[in-house]
């Protein structure tokens, strides 16, 4: 009977997978790549009545992807993680029953479950993970461009031509690129350069980086940029003596954890070795 069932709920995800499969084949030009996992899952959640329930739920990703990705396409990059998400558990779910059909096994269909939930979390985990790295990568580096920004004011170049300084590449540094620091301040400059007004270009930037440190540096600049001569340098100078100090405060931070987490392997470690070296000294005392 149990077997039964399990077939039943395995056949049934199989149908259920299939259908969303031909909605997407139909709906697609044949042109187009399909992907098998991620498509049929925003066939089933792009639908109005299922998204209007899942979206508000969704705000803390939501405002997570649009830090990382500068408030560009978040209502696709949120889709999209939704659609991955509903894809792991989905395929979880169906390898449980799967498998707990071939083996007659329910508990099989029990971890396929645990791991329908787990999976998800662990990608909203992730993606809180790849946020918190960019914020320190930029809490980090805000302070060394910073400095570079205050030579070249201090040698009487303007502001946006000492910025446009800052992202250039000097030989033998190490590549700024993908650096989420420079991608933003690149933005602004251009959006500058375009034609945009100083002070929302400089608003955009703070909004985007997400980060308070960014948005301090972005108001200094904006409350002094005009003013130029010492009361600029001297506010970056102040800037950037509160900018060291968070970096250091940061990295101390880091050092913690990494201890921390040193802590228990090493304690694991510690208590393998004195089974290895204490198991013989008992066994011998046991032949005497």
Not at 120 to 131: A, D, F, I, V
Not at 271 to 285: A, F, N, Q
Request: contains cysteine.
């Amino acid at each position: 009977m149990m077997q039964f069932a399990l077939g039943g709920l395995a056949l049934l995800l199989l149908l259920g997978y299939a259908a969303l499969l031909g909605r997407v084949y139909r709906s697609r030009a044949r042109s187009k790549p399909i992907h098998l996992l991620l498509d049929p899952m925003h066939a089933l959640i792009g639908s109005k009545r299922l998204w209007a329930r899942i979206a508000p739920r969704l705000h803390r990703e939501q405002a997570a992807l649009s830090a990382l990705s500068g408030g560009r396409d978040v209502s696709a990059l949120l889709s999209r993680h939704a659609a991955v998400c509903a894809a792991y558990a989905y395929t979880a779910l169906l390898a449980g029953a799967m498998l707990g059909w071939f083996a007659d096994r329910a508990a099989l269909l029990g971890l396929g479950a645990a791991m329908a939930v787990l999976l998800p979390l662990m990608k909203r985990k992730e993606l809180y993970g790849k946020l918190e790295q960019r914020r320190h990568a930029i809490v980090m580096e805000l302070p060394e461009m910073l400095n570079r920004l205050l030579l070249m004011v201090g040698a009487g170049e303007n502001v946006l031509r000492a910025l446009e300084h800052c992202l250039e590449r000097p030989a033998g540094a190490r590549d700024r690129s993908g650096h989420p620091l420079y991608a933003e301040l690149e933005a602004a400059v251009t959006a500058v350069k375009r034609g945009e007004s100083f002070v929302f270009a400089w608003e955009e930037f703070g909004r985007r980086c997400a980060v308070p440190e960014a948005r301090m540096f972005a108001t200094t600049l904006l409350m002094n940029a005009r003013r130029g001569g010492d009361t600029f340098v001297t506010a970056l100078r102040e800037l950037s003596r509160i900018l060291w100090e968070k970096r250091k405060a940061a990295a101390k931070t880091l050092g913690e954890r990494a201890s921390s987490r040193l802590a228990f392997p090493l304690a694991v470690i510690f208590l393998i070795i004195l089974i290895l070296v204490g198991t013989p000294s008992i066994l011998l005392m046991g032949t005497e």
